[in-house]
């Protein structure tokens, strides 16, 4: 009888958003991404959705409405899981099946199906808990309407309108939800800015030079970033944010010439800096808040930067942890003596100076697929794990089983030996535990870190950008026919499919010293993603150009080799 009613309701409320004709959607690595005009239907399906993973999971779930670094005029949508990372890659098949049902009838009749399937507790005998929030795009507050009323064709499902938020804010709250802490907006702000504040009280006073300057620059991307930093840094002691591109009224459109993703690719300054800003410490966030970069403006009279990115944060903290991980264990006894797993993952995107550099450091450093869920899952096995990708997508993970052995270190150092080198770096690691979010990359928490780090070490945005030299590298992109031709293996390093293509690239790198190239089908746009990598950024450059050229010829339309 319940489950009747149930049909009925999403029957009505399902008609009343027909799917677009024509177009094939994909969960992608990050979700379902599109123009605006075309995802109320999508949007109110993953409504449904998310009520029946919250069903499911027994938990709070959350929904972003978002398309990050992408055009204004595009949006899209991704579901957080009850950890507050992305949703299990189990359902993907169900999201995009369900996203792509030719009507109201069909979409029930899946429905239906994957409930029996998934034992999902229908039909109001269970209630659900959803949390939604959206960036600052304007076709947010409509998309954001069309999520609810899937959300409400579920009996028993609850939505929760959290408003504008950051990606990572809405991550970070579905997790705390779910442990029972704290988890409101304020919240946040106050964890971060007592974590940071934590670790500038911790800087050795030797250090507290003028070397480094205390105010930085923030390019917001015209987004919800530089809202939100406007309002974190109300509550920052010992430093001086400046926001540029802040969203505000007549400051520019979201995402064009300016942000994180922009900034890494084109390698040249955002809108609203320039000579002004010469040698300064500046970083940019993209779209959603969930990737950062660092540059320095180079010279008076040009747009060049110079870049430190995703790669160089990851640097940074890997020393900065390793540090203070050899403090706190160097005077342990060697029968007390816990052997701290530390890990780094990158991507193939990862300069290869930069993994030259972490393995000098005698760092564990893995690779994994290109995209944020994998990168999360390798990192969770360790108990310390860095990830980050080159793009400025990154964060730590701290095992719960090595939090509870640092707290009970810090306590007993606390009565043994309190104010000792070796407690400050229990506190430490303690503070970037609570400082990173734990549930995903986020910019405002990650330039947290990289500031209070540089204080620590005494250390300007150069001297940081000097810890390795970036070999020259080219991303180039290739429309083909059909990208889901390109199989890759190995992490993305190698093609497998089409035959012959790997031969074609591998004879190109041979005429480079030092040179390294790949291919992938991008996860979020129709075209093959091409890297190249050598001595000198001619080198890059032409071996990029080689490698397209076969793409296109093994690939592009009316190409042989299909
Ligand atoms: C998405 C991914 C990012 C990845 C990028 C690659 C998330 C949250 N974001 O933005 O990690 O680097 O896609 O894009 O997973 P591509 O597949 O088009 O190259
Ligand atoms: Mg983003």
């Not at 309701?9 to 075309?38: C, M, W």
């Not at 449904?48 to 069903?55: E, G, P, T, V």
């Not at 209630?127 to 064709?153: F, H, N, W, Y």
């Not at 969770?380 to 860095?386: P, S």
Request: proline share 3%; glycine share 8%; net charge negative.
């Amino acid at each position: 009888m319940e489950e009747e009613k149930q049909r009925s309701i999403l029957l009505e409320s399902a008609s009343r958003f027909p799917p677009p004709q024509g177009v094939k959607l994909s969960y992608g690595t990050s979700g379902f991404r599109a123009d605006a005009s075309i995802l109320a239907s999508t949007v109110f399906r993953v409504g449904i959705l998310a009520a029946l993973r919250s069903l499911k999971t027994r938990s709070v779930i959350g929904l972003m409405i978002t398309a990050s670094h992408n055009r204004v005029s595009d949006n899209g949508i991704k579901i957080a899981d009850p950890h507050g990372g992305m949703m299990t890659q189990e359902w993907e098949p169900f999201a995009d099946a369900i996203a792509n049902a030719s009507d109201a009838e069909d979409l029930v009749q899946l429905i239906s199906q994957f409930v029996k399937k998934e034992n999902i507790p229908f039909g109001g005998v269970q209630s659900a808990e959803i949390l939604l929030a959206r960036d600052t795009r304007p076709s947010g507050e409509a998309l954001l309407e069309a999520a609810k009323q899937g959300i409400s064709a579920i009996i028993g499902a609850i939505a929760v309108n959290m408003g504008i938020l950051t990606t990572p804010q809405l991550h970070w709250m579905v997790r705390c939800r779910n442990k029972g802490m704290k988890a409101s907006e304020c919240d946040y702000y106050t964890q971060l800015s007592s974590s940071f504040g934590c670790l500038m009280d911790l800087v050795p006073t030797e250090m507290m030079s003028d070397a480094v300057d205390v105010k930085l620059t923030v390019d917001g991307a015209n987004g919800v970033g530089g809202e939100k930093l406007e309002e974190l840094k109300k509550q920052l002691k010992g430093l001086v944010i400046e926001v540029k591109n802040s969203g505000k009224e007549g400051e520019g459109i979201l995402n064009e010439g300016v942000g994180a993703d922009f900034v890494q690719k084109e390698k040249v300054v955002p809108c609203g800096f320039g000579s002004n800003d010469d040698g300064i410490r500046c970083a940019s966030l993209d779209g959603d808040a969930d990737r950062l970069v660092y540059f320095r403006v180079l010279s008076r009279n040009s747009s060049s930067i110079d870049l430190v990115d995703g790669d160089k944060i990851l640097s940074l903290f890997a020393l900065f942890i390793k540090e203070q991980l050899f403090i706190l264990c160097k005077e342990e006894k060697e029968e007390n003596a816990y052997l701290v797993k530390l890990g780094v993952v990158q991507t193939a995107y990862a300069n290869g100076a930069s993994t030259d550099y972490l393995k000098q450091l005698g760092l564990e450093v893995v690779l994994t697929p290109t995209g944020v869920k994998y990168l999360h899952e390798k990192a969770a096995e360790y108990d310390i794990g860095i990830y980050f990708e080159a793009n400025g997508h990154g964060t730590i993970l701290f095992s719960e089983h090595f939090c509870c052995w640092l707290e009970g270190r810090n306590n007993d150092l606390a009565s043994t030996d309190e104010g000792s080198e070796c407690q400050k770096a229990a506190l430490r690691l303690l503070a970037v535990s609570k400082l990173i979010n734990q549930a995903v990359g986020d910019a405002l928490s990650g330039l947290l870190l990289v500031e209070a780090i540089l204080q620590y070490m005494g250390w300007s945005i150069q001297r940081w950008s000097e810890l390795y030299k970036d070999l020259p590298s080219r991303q180039l992109k290739v429309k083909v026919a059909d990208r889901t031709a390109v199989i890759t293996a190995n992490e993305e390093t190698v093609v497998v499919k089409p035959l012959g293509l790997q031969e074609a690239i591998n004879t190109e790198i041979a005429k480079y010293p030092q040179a390294r190239s790949f291919i992938r089908p991008s996860g979020t746009e129709d075209v093959i993603r091409v890297y190249a990598e050598a001595s000198t950024q001619e080198a890059a450059d032409s071996l990029a150009q080689s490698v397209a050229r076969h793409v296109d010829h093994f690939l592009g339309f009316g190409s042989s080799h299909k």
